[in-house]
């Protein structure tokens, strides 16, 4: 996990441990954690530090709150954590990682609404969620990473922009940067309207997706 998360006694407060890969790096030296908690000022960056070739750096935050958080590599390199909470797209056409810190449940009651309202909520995401590995070029690798991006149905892949698709990759590895995604949310809009001919005619020109 790139994120750990150490709750205080009362839940109030968290410690929570960001950790990024070297390769992520891309050779870079200097690795700054910035996002909602420090204004995403470089001048107040939290530096990370290398350990076991990792780099990391520990971070205590209140909870009941969504944070949105970045790395900045030599001053000039954005790049995300590998499995965040999950991703929202920016107004510079990348993705933020998401921190997801839930606020202490302080009514008893409330948990036992919350137990017998689960079974509801997960039959709910099972009959939304569609088969990505339908769309060529998308594994199920892949498709498990844009099921963490919260693309989970072919009508949100449909209408997710091939450069934020791109960055979504990109955070997840090198491995992972080489797909071209080009393709994909149109492939997924055929899929979603249930146009299965027309999809399969669209993937029988293309090759490994492109």
């Not at 009508?155 to 994909?184: C, E």
Request: charged share 25%; with cysteine; aromatic share 8%.
């Amino acid at each position: 996990m790139s994120v750990t998360k150490k709750f205080s006694k009362d839940k109030t407060k968290c410690n929570v441990t960001f950790t990024l890969p070297k390769e992520l790096i891309q050779g870079g030296n200097n690795v700054l954690l910035l996002g909602e908690f420090n204004n995403w000022n470089p001048a107040e960056g939290i530096a990370l530090v290398v350990k076991k070739g990792e780099y990391k750096t520990v971070l205590k935050l209140e909870t009941g709150k969504r944070y949105e958080y970045r790395y900045l590599v030599d001053g000039h390199l954005w790049t995300n954590d590998v499995t965040p909470d999950g991703f929202v797209s920016n107004p510079f056409g990348t993705v933020n990682s998401v921190l997801e810190l839930p606020a202490p449940e302080t009514k008893p009651m409330a948990k036992k609404t919350v137990k017998k309202l689960l079974p509801t909520k997960k039959t709910a995401a099972k009959s939304t969620q569609d088969k990505l590995t339908k769309i060529e070029g998308i594994g199920p690798k892949i498709a498990s990473i844009l099921n963490d991006a919260e693309i989970i149905s072919f009508a949100d892949l449909g209408a997710t922009k091939v450069s934020v698709l791109r960055n979504i990759l990109a955070a997840a590895g090198n491995r992972y940067k080489m797909h071209n995604p080009s393709t994909w949310s149109k492939q997924a809009k055929l899929a979603a309207k249930g146009n299965w001919d027309k999809l399969k005619e669209l993937q029988n020109k293309l090759n490994g997706g492109v």
